[in-house]
């Protein structure tokens, strides 16, 4: 057992947890989009972040992954944390502005849409990969994966076309928090 | 040296070492004229392979092969002037060499002492020719203990390192020292990394070492990705064994028998020296099991890279190495703990394994006293884009910008004006002329907001336009960027979107502000170096040269005339005479003549831009603004 404070409350923790993981045990709320408490974290979606300091330095980390430690002082909603989460959901929201999950976030977090003014983009996946790891760690098939980098990064089965390891358990329609991956008479279509 | 020497015996201690180093000095005729030839990739591009084999013919027609001998060696630096030829033991500096000059190299300066002037360097400062390759100012002014070494070995040969005291590095380590001794030696040296992050190797090391698990990595990082730097590539083509020399001493260092070179897929003959060199101490037990005779056993194992410049980071080069798509994950466990398949793994980038070898053999003291307080050493630099002496230079860790611009780069051609240098590949920042008295090293490019990278030098005159500059750079990342987290994935995006209007004169007064704002998402919020430093070309020239941006924005004009939309040609009717140039050059038909002598006229709604008829008029009757 070791304690650490987050936000001005000394919470004990064990070893091997994230801050994430602490946080949410005592009630705090840290927002997530690539994270759930049954896969992998993956630190991609970076919402997560929180600003910790540690041996008298100050640094962002993605909470999700950051280790507790013994005297570990987080602040998950300062200014330079507020800051940093508004920027990621307008870019998120410029690729998928049409998300109600993306619009509810930003609702909660107090930000304005198109503060930006990016162009609008109209897709649905958000890449966090949380149907790659569902079909991967809760099905066991690895039906899906990442294809194309950077900007052209997609969700994928291999080539594109329907694969006969899909058993339709769902998992990866029922874990997508924009709804870009559906079945659909049975078949699994993938995000656009 | 003679390089047709090829000892095949295996080397069991560091005597035998020694005995085999001393036979290959002593027949060595030190007299013998030997035709040293740069056989690095710069100079095959200009056409070395050509020379080498025109040297040879030639000996060969002229019965001269058994007095004259011919090394081919790695890259020496001065890559503008190629194809490079020095004669020894006179020292003559040919440069520019061309096949057709070769029956006259051998008939007068080979045969006789004569020097043949028009194959000499000129200074074109001063048009003095320099006749000895140790006074051609670009190399005077360096300090090359690196590379120095390339000229002097055929990178292919063994034999030819060990002569010049390769390997007694090792053999001192291996029998004289402690793994903790090299470790604290390498500490006090204060070695850096030259990858770009310049993290402490001592420290590095030591963590390593005392990090749990029975198997250890070493990692040669050669996956140099930046664009216009090649000064690994040039180590590991033209002396592969300082490097191997190098990752051994820092595997008994760290307690490791298992070692991995990632080098570029793109870089092909660095791969194959590699391959050969890794051969050749595998037959001589400089690798292998039991080395000299110890008890200390090390294997090497070449992987080439897939392409990425992603994969040149840490984590995406050990995803890479697992045979997983290369990306980054979070270092909050570091690799030095948890790297290559979960074991604590040492990565460490060419040109610092090719410091190990030195440091151990001059000493921590020696090192020490090259360089700055915080920052020992040299450093390679690769001088590039609008500069005179296109090439690598190495110099001392603190050297001023301007010295590395002017005295050995020999300024900007044609006379322009300096207008800015990007230090540290193509996420480094671009530092003003208002800067060029600051001493480079590892601090003092991070406090003007670049860094030190793994060692790139862009030039720019005066006729870049910054934000083109900016948005070239951010072109590159955004496609070499993974794609998986989203600050760099979509931020990239929305800043290349930006650029891109600005630059086509679509920019909008809050744009600046947006372009620092993502900056901001970028640098704090990415997972890996590629996404956390790529705002610096954007934040550096917002920095230094904001009104170029600004002149973009609001009044719609680029001040260098890059910025195609932004450009309008116009013909000046009191200059032109009529002469029909520009009306044949011009591919969109938008000129047309109004018969002889009569000034032509411009369609400007069928420009396209090109500049073609402000390139061939030679009354300077086309204007651009």
């Known amino acids: ?192 | 040296m003679i390089t047709s020497i090829r000892s095949t015996v295996r080397l069991g201690s560091p005597l035998q070492l020694e005995a085999l180093r001393e036979s290959i000095v002593q027949k060595n005729d030190p007299s013998k004229c030997v035709i040293v030839i740069c056989a690095g990739t710069g100079c095959l591009a200009a056409g070395a392979a050509d020379v080498i084999r025109a040297f040879k013919e030639e000996l060969k027609s002229k019965n001269l092969e058994d007095r004259v001998d011919v090394k081919e060696t790695g890259c020496p630096g001065f890559c503008e002037r190629g194809p490079l030829v020095v004669l020894r033991p006179r020292n003559i500096f040919y440069q520019q060499v061309t096949p057709q000059d070769i029956p006259e190299i051998i008939a007068e300066s080979v045969i006789q002492d004569k020097i043949i002037d028009r194959l000499l360097f000129c200074d074109p400062r001063d048009n003095r020719t320099i006749i000895h390759e140790e006074e051609v100012p670009f190399y005077e002014k360096q300090t090359r203990i690196i590379l120095g070494n390339n000229e002097e070995v055929d990178p292919t040969s063994i034999e030819d390192y060990i002569a010049i005291g390769g390997y007694s590095s090792l053999a001192k380590v291996l029998f004289e020292m402690t793994p903790q001794e090299v470790i604290d030696e390498i500490k006090r040296s204060k070695l850096r990394g030259r990858g770009g992050g310049g993290f402490p190797t001592g420290v590095k090391w030591d963590t390593c070492r005392n990090a749990h698990g029975s198997t250890k990595y070493i990692i040669c990082n050669a996956d140099e990705g930046d664009p216009g730097a090649f000064m690994d590539r040039a180590i590991l083509e033209g002396n592969p064994h300082s490097v191997l020399e190098g990752m051994i001493i820092g595997a008994y260092a760290v307690g490791s028998n298992e070692g991995y070179f990632y080098v570029r897929n793109e870089y092909p003959l660095a791969v194959e020296n590699a391959r050969i060199a890794v051969e050749r101490a595998e037959e001589l037990g400089l690798l292998g099991d039991d080395i000299l005779g110890s008890d200390f056993s090390f294997h090497v194992k070449i992987n080439r890279g897939g392409g990425a410049f992603v994969c040149g980071e840490s984590t995406s080069l050990m995803a890479s190495l697992e045979g997983k798509v290369g990306e980054p994950r979070a270092k909050y466990i570091h690799t030095v703990e948890r790297g290559l398949w979960d074991c604590p793994s040492t990565l460490n980038n060419v040109e610092t394994w090719a410091n190990v070898p030195i440091i151990l053999k001059n000493g921590a003291d020696w090192y020490c006293d090259i360089g700055t307080e915080e920052s020992k050493g040299t450093k390679i630099f690769s001088l590039v884009g609008k500069i005179n002496n296109t090439g690598l230079v190495e110099v001392p860790m603190g050297t001023r910008l301007e010295d590395i611009i002017f005295n050995i780069g020999g300024g900007i051609p044609n006379g322009k004006m300096f207008k800015a240098v990007q230090t540290g590949g193509p996420s480094g920042g671009c530092i003003p002329s208002s800067m060029l008295h600051l001493p480079v090293d590892f601090d003092e490019l991070g406090k003007v907001g670049s860094m030190m990278g793994s060692g790139g030098m862009i030039v720019m005159d005066e006729d870049t336009c910054m934000v083109d500059v900016a948005k070239y750079f951010v072109n590159f990342l955004e496609g070499e960027s993974c794609g998986k987290c989203v600050p760099c994935r979509e931020g990239l995006k929305r800043m290349g979107q930006i650029l891109a209007a600005i630059t086509e004169g679509r920019g909008r007064e809050t744009d600046i502000i947006t372009l620092e704002r993502l900056s901001v998402v970028l640098k704090e919020g990415a997972l890996c170096a590629l996404g956390q430093t790529a705002a610096n070309p954007v934040m550096s020239t917002l920095q230094y040269f904001r009104d170029e941006y600004e002149v973009h924005i609001k009044e719609k004009r680029c001040p260098a005339g890059v910025c195609r939309a932004l450009i309008r040609y116009e013909i000046i009717t009191d200059k032109c005479v009529g002469c029909g140039l520009c009306v044949k050059a011009c591919p969109s038909e938008a000129i047309v003549s109004m018969g002889k002598k009569e000034p032509v006229v411009m369609d400007e709604s069928k420009c396209i831009k090109c500049g073609a008829c402000f390139d061939v008029c030679r009354m300077d009757a086309v204007d651009k603004e």
């Open chain 1, 1 to 192: 057992m070791l304690t650490l404070t987050i936000d001005g409350k000394e919470i004990g923790a064990h070893e091997g947890m994230t801050v994430l993981e602490a946080a949410r045990s005592v009630g705090i709320q840290i927002p997530t989009l690539c994270h759930h408490e049954a896969l992998t974290s993956y630190g991609a979606c970076r919402l997560c972040s929180v600003e910790v300091t540690q041996r008298g330095r100050t640094k962002l980390v993605v909470s999700c992954l950051f280790p507790v430690a013994q005297g570990l002082e987080v602040q998950t909603n300062s200014a330079r944390v507020r800051n940093l989460r508004s920027g990621i959901l307008e870019l998120l929201l410029a690729r998928c502005p049409g998300s109600e999950e993306l619009q509810s976030l930003a609702t909660t977090l107090g930000i304005k849409q198109g503060e930006f003014g990016f162009a609008q983009d109209s897709g649905k996946c958000i890449l966090c990969g949380l149907c790659v790891r569902a079909c991967q760690e809760i099905a066991e098939k690895s039906v899906l994966s990442f294809a194309g980098r950077g900007i052209d990064r997609r969700v994928a089965t291999p080539f594109y076309k329907p694969s006969d390891d899909c058993i339709t358990c769902r998992a990866c329609a029922f874990i997508c928090p924009t709804r870009a991956i559906r079945f659909e008479g049975g078949k699994l279509m993938l995000p656009d």
